[in-house]
């Protein structure tokens, strides 16, 4: 069974950077290096909306309000993918989550909690 576990979340103020962590277990290597990555955000009161993605051969795609602030990454040898969102504003948060996807297969992770306050 595929598990993606988050970490990095926390309080951040305003202006500040924050690392999400995405990691896979239960997926080979060589499995993970063929599969899309992608994070997610649920605000509160709002329904869960899609952030970035990174494709198997690294290529990426945003949402708009993130662009040039968030950066996902992939670690295929660790079986992980990252978040690093700088410049983070209140409406960032959010509980993030990640998502593994391939050939109409998805595992989500459970997510966890970005507060940006000062």
């Known amino acids: 069974q595929v598990q993606l576990v988050e970490s990095g979340g926390g309080l951040v103020h305003p202006g500040g950077s924050l690392r999400l962590s995405c990691a896979a277990s239960g997926i080979s290597g060589s499995i993970f290096s063929m599969t899309y990555m992608a994070w997610y955000r649920q605000a509160p009161g709002n329904q869960r909306e899609w952030v970035a993605t990174?494709?198997?051969?690294?290529?990426?795609v945003y949402l708009d309000s993130v662009k040039g602030r968030f950066t996902i990454s992939r670690d295929n040898a660790q079986n992980a993918v990252y978040l690093q969102m700088n410049s983070l504003k209140p409406e960032d948060t959010a509980v993030y989550y990640c998502k593994i996807f391939r050939a109409g297969i998805e595992y989500w992770g459970k997510g966890i909690l970005v507060t940006v306050s000062s």
């Open positions: 990174i494709s198997s051969t690294s290529n990426t």
